[in-house]
């Protein structure tokens, strides 16, 4: 059966894949459906962030430990895609990531049975994807780190100058940011990823500790402090904080911030997904995000 665009289209209703919106009825549209699932997620990230150095170098072990067993798995299927169900008998639930439904898709296929067997074959070099892109991920994150840790001297000192500076304008009285912080505000839980409504009008304000920002979309996204200084942003990830490897590099003399203060996804150009990394916290408004 050959559905539009002359994609050849099952005889039986299809997949339930999480996410997908209906059925999945055909090999390209399954294709499609797993294809964004090979990157990243944010809250994924996020707990890559958080992790000591020791844990970090852990996860960078057994994710590419897991990426070499898919490979071998892989290599001995090609031309014997019959056998993927036996292979697959062999791999216990738990070696699946529950990240993007990913652990759920591969019940479904085990559920199916017999059937197919090519979307088997392309759900396993998918996720094999994925785990390359999670070990690019940790391997950034520790670069990051070492850097910063190299940087640490340099940039404190240049710190403590620039505030002391600022403290002589008058650009770092506590008692006008209080004066400015708006109570109404919520705090966003750490390392949790929060969906962002969608149809929002004009900036979408953020306070990061009690700093006020706005992230402007209408002439290319950039993220915008108290005192006017702009940050481009980029479509995807946005990493957010003072450290200098950050995407969006806040001010030095904003010491309240968080070196890396929080993630922020951008879809299309517009604020989608936001992640608090920091302790003294991320604020926005109730209204804004899904979950809270």
């Known amino acids: 059966?050959?559905?539009e665009g002359g994609e050849q289209r099952l005889d039986h209703p299809g997949l339930t894949i999480p996410g997908a919106p209906g059925l999945v009825g055909s090999l390209a549209e399954f294709e499609r459906t797993l294809k964004p699932r090979t990157a990243v997620p944010s809250q994924r990230y996020a707990r890559f962030l958080v992790l000591e150095d020791e844990g970090l170098a852990a996860a960078v072990v057994t994710a590419r430990h897991a990426a070499e067993h898919l490979r071998r798995m892989l290599e001995e299927l090609?031309?014997?895609?019959?056998?993927v169900d036996a292979v697959l008998a062999g791999v216990a639930p738990g070696f699946f990531s529950e990240d993007h439904g990913w652990r759920d898709i591969f019940e479904e296929l085990r559920a199916a049975g017999p059937r197919f067997m090519d979307y088997k074959f392309v759900a396993l070099?998918?996720?094999?994807r994925y785990l390359l892109h999670c070990v690019d991920a940790l391997n950034q994150v520790s670069t990051d780190r070492l850097q910063s840790t190299l940087c640490e001297e340099v940039h404190a000192q240049g710190e403590e100058s620039t505030v002391l500076a600022a403290a002589r304008r008058g650009h770092d009285s506590?008692?006008?940011r209080e004066e400015g912080f708006v109570r109404d505000l919520v705090r966003l839980p750490r390392a949790t990823t929060l969906t962002l409504r969608p149809g929002r009008d004009g900036p979408f304000e953020l306070w990061l500790a009690k700093r006020r920002f706005r992230v402007e979309t209408w002439a290319g996204a950039v993220l915008v402090d108290e005192q006017g200084q702009r940050a481009s942003l980029h479509e995807g990830r946005n990493l957010v904080g003072r450290g200098l490897y950050n995407d969006a590099i806040v001010?030095?003399?904003f010491t309240d911030v968080?070196?890396?203060?929080?993630?922020?996804?951008l879809v299309d150009g517009s604020p989608a997904a936001i992640t608090d990394l920091s302790s003294a916290g991320t604020f926005v408004s109730r209204a804004l995000v899904e979950v809270v």
């Open 258 to 265: 968080s070196r890396r203060h929080l993630i922020l996804d």
């Open 251 to 253: 001010d030095a003399t």
């Open 174 to 176: 506590s008692a006008r």
């Open 125 to 128: 070099a998918d996720y094999r």
């Open 1 to 3: 059966m050959v559905g």
């Open 78 to 83: 090609r031309g014997h895609s019959s056998d």
